[in-house]
């Protein structure tokens, strides 16, 4: 199996390098991954400059993990498939994140825009995160755990161009309980900004970091990780409002002037 | 009524400008907008150096038109919202853009993830964008069409929160054939990038621009655009494929090891 493997931390991001680790027991991995940390990147892509591409060996200075670009996920994606990979991937997975992308945080993450991107040329596309606390991070354990979910999901021969979103949960706070397929949550995330006065007397604004939700929709990614489940939510990009559309196309539209 | 108005394209893009004119027409405007182009940043935010504010005002130097900020569109409708508006909007605008959002272009659309912040806040938001064809934009025409299809949202009470995609097609191919409201067509663009050489003799890539969708599904927003008509898709954040998450509930999950 072919797997090309990318994140939105940095191709040098030890998430990734964990993910790499487990990934190699399915199968071949190629990373194509951004240069340098790009959270909260969403799908931006690169129009307005070139996007320069550096080869990246191991320690051996023989063997090719992969390509670092100075880009976005999606730009990664993109390059990768059209560009960069001799043969196109079985899989393409997008992690390991350092923190969880559940909820409206879906909308933001590069690590999930990356797997949409995968999604768009048809690929089965899985994005991977793990959740932390006080900075602690356990890659190699919450890797291992994503690879046996990504077994699981290709054991049940999912259709080309499905796209799930995998979560682990603060691997310190105790044992996982089990899996859970959850929706999305969609309520908002308490959010401020730290207003400073920078040196010269002008004032600054920085966005401030809390991923407390403060109600998240019950049985939801959000509630299913705090209680301590790895949560698996198969996306799609049809952001059509298809209920309200059917109402709005009973509306008497008048005429333009 | 309250309007706030940003894009993606810049606070200083005719677009904008051409839509403020028209909205002041509905209400007061204020304008918090990106300094700077930023086309295709999709749902990013910065998060990882600090957002830097200007006011701006008319030529006559006294009446405030609103704050430059050096971020992305999302940054803004939440800096906006939580720090520089005396009061809540009434309704958040985003656009007008250089450039039609329509089909998976929404997912990568600045102009339409200011706007999708502003629906994460509970504010009716509208994203607006005008097609073009051989770099010729009728703004001034463009935002006279989209004030009219707001007007006419308005005119239906939209509950709080709820979005909106605005497409005005090529105004040059011919008369307005009227409104559609369709959903957001979900097929592959045609990409490719430019591979050339820089004057070191290293590769570089750079994105081709194409926005030829080679098989649109029939009934979406590019289909209508390119009929002519003035699209609307109402949107929605909540990416879980729930058709697809109720089948894998049903998935006989292994134990974690």
């Given at each position: 199996m072919r797997i090309l493997l990318t994140n939105d931390d940095g191709i040098y991001a030890p998430g990734l390098r964990a993910l790499r680790m487990e990934l190699k027991k399915l199968g071949t991995v190629t990373v194509v991954a951004p240069a340098t940390e790009q959270s909260a990147a969403g799908h931006s892509v690169t129009l307005l400059v070139p996007l320069l591409v550096n080869e990246v060996y191991e320690d051996d200075g023989q063997s090719l993990i992969g390509w670092a670009v100075e880009g976005r996920p999606a730009d990664c994606v993109k390059l990768a498939l059209l560009?960069?990979?001799?043969e196109p991937p079985d899989l393409i997975v997008s992690g390991m994140n350092a923190g969880s992308n559940a909820g409206i945080n879906v909308i933001y993450s590069g690590t999930v825009a990356a797997a949409v991107e995968g999604a768009f040329y048809h690929h089965t596309a899985i994005a991977c995160s793990l959740e932390y606390d006080k900075?602690?991070?356990?890659f190699p354990k919450g890797a291992n755990y994503a690879r046996q979910v990504i077994e699981q999901i290709l054991a049940n021969k999912p259709a080309p161009g499905s796209l799930y979103n995998v979560n682990v949960p603060v691997l310190e706070r105790g044992p996982i309980r089990g899996i859970k397929v959850m929706p999305q949550n969609v309520s908002t995330y308490r959010e401020k900004f730290d207003r400073r006065v920078n040196p010269r007397g002008r004032t600054y604004f920085w966005m401030g970091l809390d991923f407390h939700c403060p109600s998240p929709n019950p049985d939801t990614d959000v509630t299913a990780l705090a209680e301590q489940f790895i949560t698996v939510t198969p996306l799609q990009?049809?952001?059509?409002?298809h209920a309200r559309m059917r109402a709005m196309q009973e509306w008497n539209w008048g005429e333009m002037k």
């Open positions: 560009e960069l990979l001799e900075k602690i991070y356990d990009f049809d952001m059509t409002d």
